[in-house]
């Protein structure tokens, strides 16, 4: 696509075509790529029997981020991290990215730099190939969209459709991390300079301090919190091995909140499901902070998105198998609930008496 800005930067300097070369420069050979990015399309072959699994995300500026908030290298990963988990809430394996960028004429060329920096490292964990992708300039924000490819065996792909009634409800890792990490970026703790660049005492303490955030600089775990929002960690692994294994009837990964994404699994199966609030699992670093926050901690862990944890359904008597199978992945596996035959999802307390919820899940037009 052939687009021009009048700008004196350094973007414009470099132009359409410079930028895609440096933006590529550090794309490696992958198995499988014929004829990756250069071409009007890329070539790649897969495996016969395979099934395609084909997803696209959009992250907008002040929609999905903020550059105040974002560090660019862990936007880079974060634009592919989140297409990777759908991926692998099918129980499919991530193989391909597509890119495109609408950029804005005044982004420095060091941000872009950083998002492929990231961008590609996070390709490189999960054996990704770049094979293409479109650049244009913006006039608003920046805008980044993945198009992300996978595949797996037919037989073995899990749809958010196949939740039975009496199966176990699932969830990888810890809830809520994410969502309260949001809390403390929109309070200002800084969270530009990924954890282990962030001075821990001294200058930037101090300029915290005068800016009014004296308070947060206490909170435990926050730079682990904040991470969660900024550096999401896609499943795969664990993906995989319940997959492979056949254990998963129905999967999907937590974007919106555990409460709204099973709801999506409970409505594609025809089923209903209780989530029992007792049971969520909450991080350390999220048990330390409601001193600090005054929200409702559990409220927070069902409706608060962007975990990108996983959340899938099974067969009750596959419970030892699951916890077997996901031992050597290095992420918990927990039983938050139980799938029921009658429609709706509700959250209970351990006596099984509603809990009582503000909203489910974030929803970009309400
Ligand atoms: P066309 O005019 O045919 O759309 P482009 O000039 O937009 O081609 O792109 C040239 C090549 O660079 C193509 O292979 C395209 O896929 C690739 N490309 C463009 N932008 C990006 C990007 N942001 N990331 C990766 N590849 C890109
Ligand atoms: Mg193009």
């Known amino acids: 696509m052939i687009v021009t800005h009048s700008s004196s930067s350094a973007l414009a300097t470099l132009g359409e075509f410079g930028l895609i070369s440096r933006i590529t420069s550090g794309v490696v050979a992958h198995e499988g790529v014929i004829t990756g990015i250069g071409d009007d399309a890329a070539v790649t072959v897969s495996p016969s029997g395979m099934h395609l699994l084909t997803s696209t995300d959009m992250l907008l500026e002040d ?3 903020r550059r105040s908030w974002h560090d660019p290298y862990r936007l880079g990963r974060k634009s592919l991290a989140v297409s990777i988990s759908d991926i692998a809430a099918m129980g499919g394996v991530p193989r391909r990215a597509l890119l495109s960028l609408a950029i ?29 992708g479109d650049t244009c300039a913006s006039r608003s924000g920046l805008v980044i969209s993945v198009t992300i ?24 890792g810890t809830l809520g991390d994410a969502a309260l990490g949001l809390k403390l970026v929109e309070r200002g703790f800084d969270s530009t300079q990924p954890p282990c660049s962030q001075p821990s005492g001294s200058a930037k303490q101090d300029s915290r301090s005068q800016s009014g955030s004296r308070s947060l600089s206490g909170v435990e775990g926050a730079d682990a919190l904040i991470s969660r929002l900024l550096d999401p960690v896609p499943r795969v692994s664990v993906a995989l091995a319940l997959t492979e294994a056949g254990l998963p009837t129905a999967m999907i990964d937590i974007s919106d909140g555990v409460l709204a994404d099973y709801g999506h699994i409970a409505e594609q199966s025809g089923v209903g499901g209780s989530i029992i609030i007792d049971d969520l699992p909450l991080s350390s670093a999220f048990r330390s902070c409601p001193a600090h926050f005054p929200v409702l901690p559990h409220q927070m862990a069902l409706s608060g998105g962007e ?18 199978c996901v031992k050597k992945c290095g992420v918990a596996v927990t039983r938050i609930g139980i799938v029921s035959s009658c ?13 009582s919820i503000r909203n489910e899940g974030f929803n970009h037009f309400t």
């Open 63 to 65: 929609v999905h981020f």
């Open 307 to 324: 975990d990108y944890e996983l959340c899938f359904t099974a067969h009750r008597s596959n419970r030892q198998k699951i916890v077997d």
């Open 343 to 355: 429609a709706g999802v509700v959250a209970v307390n351990q006596d099984g008496t509603p809990f």
């Open 149 to 172: 490819m996978g595949e797996q065996h037919p037989d073995k792909i899990v749809r958010r459709s196949g939740a039975q009634p009496d199966d176990d409800i699932w969830v990888t």
């Open 104 to 132: 804005p004429s005044d982004l420095p060329l060091d941000f872009i730099d950083e998002i492929m920096r990231g961008f590609l490292a996070m390709a490189s964990e999960h054996q990704v190939a770049l094979i293409g």
